[in-house]
């Protein structure tokens, strides 16, 4: 179930990149995508380090995403979760802080 923080900052990202928010409990998959964007936003510990990264796993020709609170630790697990998959790492601002590579077929 999304927290308070998971809908505060999806629905920030949803305003700044002018998309929607599709809920998790209506959807298995990103929280926004627009254009060639996907990004899953993660405010657990475990959300970003398994459930997001699995998530994208079937995903593809799109770049990447998980948004996550502005907090070192968070963003330590974050880099630790997605090292070598292409995913990128935006705050919850939406600054990359890691860019995406587009997995392609």
Known sequence: MPTYDHDRIAMRLARKFNTTYTTHWSHKGPDIQY????????????????????EFARLVGKNRYIAVPADEWKIKLARQAVDGT????????????????????
Do not use: W
């Open 35 to 54: 254009g060639e964007v996907a990004i899953a936003v993660e405010t657990a510990d475990d959300g970003i380090s398994t459930k997001a990264p699995a």
């Open 86 to 105: 292409g995913i990128g790492i935006m705050d919850e601002n939406g600054e990359v802080l890691v860019e995406a590579r587009k997995i392609t077929l």
